[in-house]
């Protein structure tokens, strides 16, 4: 499956941007999706991931009561709404799929990348 982020930009400190991946694949039903992200120095990590149907989420601690993950299928679409945005957050956020076993965090089982949108917050 062909992943397309987009939804980042500059932000300040506190506000609010939500990101979109669109799939290109009407069985992007089948899959599970992630939320990854990488700042400039460090290794990917986890930040959100949901189950086909969308009844099950995970998120890392991290980001947990301020972003949340949805998806919509009859769209072929993820999205991430950020909000209370922290300099910390600044990174490439990449999203990703995988087939089956549930929400998970580890990025081995993800094997469909898409090509990352940059999220700048500013202090």
């Known amino acids: 499956v062909q992943l397309q982020a987009s939804g980042g930009g500059l932000v300040q400190a506190g506000g609010s941007l939500r990101l979109s991946c669109a799939a290109s694949?009407?069985?992007?039903?089948?899959?599970?999706m992630g939320w990854f992200r990488q700042a400039p120095g460090k290794e990917r990590e986890i930040v959100a991931s949901?189950?086909?149907?969308?009844?099950?989420?995970y998120y890392a601690d991290s980001v947990k009561g301020r972003f949340t993950i949805s998806r919509d299928n009859a769209k072929n679409t993820m999205y991430l709404q950020m909000n209370s945005l922290k300099p910390e957050d600044t990174a490439v956020y990449y999203c990703?799929?995988?087939w089956g076993l549930g929400p998970t965090p580890d990025i081995i089982d993800y094997h469909s990348w898409g090509q990352g949108t940059l999220v700048t917050v500013s202090s």
């Open positions: 990703a799929a995988k």
């Open positions: 949901i189950s086909e149907s969308g009844g099950n989420k």
């Open positions: 694949e009407r069985t992007f039903s089948s899959y599970v």
